[in-house]
């Protein structure tokens, strides 16, 4: 089993930055990949990033490529989603996700095995 806590969010204005984290506290996950989603009202979660256990390999969504960077330090335990030049379309609530297999980088829900509870991102223009 695995936790997940997200942390980080908040009001900010567009062309701003914020830095989300997310601890995952594990006692059977050996290794895992990890992931960012996002769900704005009335849509469908969708993927935003992942990056492989030894941080080898991350891919972006289109739409936050160049803005968005995804980092980890197994160390700690923790994920980090920077996020520069926000724009109100990147409102949301931003999920971190933990996947057992680790060296993967999977972009679709059903292949995360943990999630966290979320943290509300909102970006005014």
């Known amino acids: 089993q695995a936790q997940l806590v997200e942390s980080g969010g908040g009001l900010v204005q567009a062309g701003d930055s914020l830095r989300l984290s997310c601890v995952v506290s594990?006692?059977?996950?050996?290794?895992?990949?990890a992931g960012w989603f996002r769900q704005a009202p009335g849509k469908e979660r969708e993927f935003v990033a992942a990056i492989t256990w030894a941080r080898a390999s991350t891919r972006y969504a289109d739409s936050v490529k160049d803005r968005f960077t995804i980092s980890r330090d197994n160390a700690k335990n923790t994920v980090y989603l920077q996020m520069n030049s926000l724009k109100p379309e990147d409102t949301a609530v931003y999920y971190c996700?933990?996947?057992?297999?680790?060296?993967?980088?999977?972009?679709?829900?059903?292949?995360?095995?943990?999630w966290g509870q979320g943290t509300q991102v909102t970006v005014s223009s």
């Open positions: 996700a933990a996947a057992r297999r680790g060296d993967w980088l999977p972009t679709t829900s059903r292949d995360y095995d943990y």
């Open positions: 594990r006692r059977t996950l050996i290794s895992y990949a």
